[in-house]
């Protein structure tokens, strides 16, 4: 062929022997679309009699060829440490009969793993892989591609089928899919007019196969569901028979939640590190070590599901997560998954409600691609472990390679612990210590249990720094006011203690500092030390204080000591870190005494898993609180209900 | 010093201990990192000197009561191994019948001779550090909670549905096959076993901390069991939690 763009006509004989061809080859793995019961899944093919392209849709999308179900990115040894997975490595694959909704899916994937961080092992697969697509031929029950405009595809694939009769049309979407046509097909003939208009028709008739259709045009979805959030027995309504089994979204071909476990060998001394698929729906996918779990009905699990797909991606990259592929409902037993009812009743209730819905205006993004991932922690060695209270450690670390850790104020790290698996922390010692970097633990899960156990001289994984921290340039200038409360004071030290070893740089430095009772305070000698200083105003105070303690300060929750400090709203910054609890009632205080909202700061704490905006865990609607924060600007977020 | 490990069976098929039995060259790994000092269905040998204790079976029993007790004085961790021991298992189907007619089923006339009650799970007796569940566990389980244990860490075991490994494992779902599956409802764990084998979850594992019973009752009934065959699925493994 010397013309790569054209369309090609291919009998159906010639095909068989393309595919079985392309079988022969060993050093390709062919896979394609088989039955599986009554029903169809992509599996590995031995011959092209297996290749059913008349299905209507398989259990899973392909995406299980570029994101798998279960997947080792990192092994370790505790002689030698981490060692990542060489992204060469990945396995590709020839693709036979993915539908355009699937392609189109991938499209979606691509954009999100590539995102800010890419993600190496996805993008390897992606690239060395070849998709031959197959234009639907029988749509699923359930299937509502054409209401969201993935029915049918112009690109995104290396060769695209037609089922013609007789023949297959074969579109080329790429030099790799004319290599292939080239290399593996004999035959191949040129496609003439009444070919191209036969393959026209039959992408109409596509369109017109669906049973499932919305009663509105699909791209008032964002600015629609935008109107609900909270309209809670709406959702309560809707979500009342809801398994929390995960079906719908493990089924989802642009679903990408995952979760990492550590997988130790016998021998306890070596291991390996898996991602495997997660799923928003699931009960405890937003619960974190303390027992808090930040999405904890059913309800708001279910919500949270269509917000991401409707309205948070398209926030991020301007299209509604979903490609009509219908798995989501023809997967649910109690069918309450079907986003084509769920919109419907949506759009049935803005009408009788009056709410006039107007076409969401597709945001104008520029994705920024940018550093590849670091999966393998970077050794480190425990050089001093101090005891702070009964539960509460501090660790001072030092990295292996002998280089600072480099992290702005606020940021936080991952500390992976052999054997146990990986936890984040807050890093609680300012930039300007050199050489080593201190975490203070309190002893919760099991990362932190078995990090108490831990020796000087001992060896932990770390990753980071990550997340955005304080921005402590800006701060110049301006009186700050912290208001700490428990473990809160460990990511608050790190910018305390980075003002005070630049102090000529900042104006009034006022310390609120509240924990339970005495015996939590910690950092108590350097703390109490701050009562001495003339240039920084300290107060602290316990919600209680036993009998048999010794207190002489205030006691009372943090909020008592609010009205206590005199400060200029206009000038000052509030620096709060405590709790989940405690930032309503202290925000409250502070907009009571004028604090403008941008001037109060934030540090949160979500279930951080990967740390750098994919798992999926830590989201805060649309937010990713590992990647977007932990640190954040309350303008920012007072606006995003999942926050505070 | 490896921890020394002993095993105890209570009302029980013995079918858990026999998957460790069954571990093969796994087995000499594991013997690596404990020492057995008990475990009646492959040494004769006995100690009372032991860290952890693995039991299986439930208690079914009165005097059942005070062996418990007496291992959970000895050892540092127990661990429930298997349904029996874990959620009570099947034992606990005679729960919903009268128990003087099961005593007369089981020992005709010499019923009297023989002491009853309401068949339970371990933690109902004694306090438990760890779960395997299953019937039988799987030896990929038993493992996992032990390399957890001897790591000292709790061992992770899901709080979501077998439909969860399911869909991972790309079967065909068994409602869709006209199955009655109980797996909605179901702690996973057990890597969809039985579906994977063309069959139905029976709810071996015990429920997940939050089911939806009355979801999963409705769904039973819509692919069409009958309102008491839809009770009666829960009734197979779920006898004490849904007693208690």
Known sequence: MDDDKKMHIISKDTFAEFINNLIADNSLNVVGVKSKGEKFAFGPLESANQLRLDYDVTLLPPKKYFLPQYEERVTYDVATGFKAKDPKESKSNVIIGVHPYDIMALLHMDEIFRETKSDPYYLERRNSSIIIGTNIQKMSEQCFAPSMGCATIDYGYDLMLTDLGEKYAIDVGSHKGADLLNKYAKDVKKAFARDIHAVGKKKMDIVNMTKQKFNFSSELIPEMIGRFYEKDSFWKDHSEECLSCGSCVLVCPTCYCFDIQDIPDLSLKKGQRLRTWDGCLLEDFAKVASGENFRDTKANRYRHRYFKKGKYLFNRFGFVSCVGCGRCSSNCLPDIANPVNLFNDMYAESLKSGIEIDSATVPDISIKTGTIIEFAPKLATIVKKVPMTANETMFELKLDDETDLGHQPGQFVQVSVFGVGEAPFGVSSSPTKKGTFELCIRKLGNVTSKMHTLKEGDKVGIRGPLGKGFDAEFLKGKDLLFVAGGLGIVPLRSLFNYVLANRKDYGRVILLYGCKEPRELLFGDEILGLEDRDDVEFMSTVDWCPEEEVWTSNVGVITTLIPKVDFDPQKTYAVVVGPPIMYKFVIKDLKSRNVPDDHIIVSLERRMKCGVGKCGHCQINQLYVCKDGPVFNYSDIKGVPEAL | ?244
């Open chain 2, 1 to 244: 010093m490896k921890p020394k490990v002993a095993f105890f069976d209570f009302a029980g098929c013995e079918g858990d201990q026999l998957q460790i039995a069954n571990l093969e060259e796994e087995i000499l790994d594991l013997l690596g990192q404990v020492e057995v000092v008990s475990f009646r269905e492959v040494m004769k040998e006995h100690s009372d000197d032991y860290h952890i204790a693995f039991i299986e079976g439930s208690c079914t029993r009165q005097q059942d009561e005070e062996r418990l007790k007496q291992i959970r004085k000895n050892a540092s961790v127990v661990v429930a191994i298997g349904s029996c021991a874990t959620i009570g298992g099947i034992n606990s189907l005679k729960n919903y019948q009268n128990l003087d007619t099961v005593k007369k089923i089981v020992y005709g006339e010499n019923a009297s001779l023989f002491d009853t009650y309401l068949a339970r799970p371990i933690d109902a007796v004694i306090p438990v550090d760890a779960y395997v569940h299953g019937c039988p566990m799987t030896k990929e389980e038993f493992l996992h909670v032990v390399k957890s244990l001897l790591l000292g860490k709790k061992p992770e075991i899901p709080n979501y549905p077998v439909c969860v490994e399911c869909k991972k494992n790309e079967n065909v779902c068994a409602f869709e096959r006209g199955e009655f599956c109980i797996g909605p409802v179901t702690r996973a764990g057990c890597n969809s076993c039985c579906v994977n084998e063309g069959t139905k979850c029976w709810g071996c594992r015990g429920m997940v901390d939050n089911p939806n019973e009355n979801s999963q009752k409705e769904v039973l009934i819509k692919y069409g069991l009958s309102v008491d065959d839809a009770i009666g699925k829960f009734k197979l493994y779920f006898g004490w939690e849904k007693k208690k």
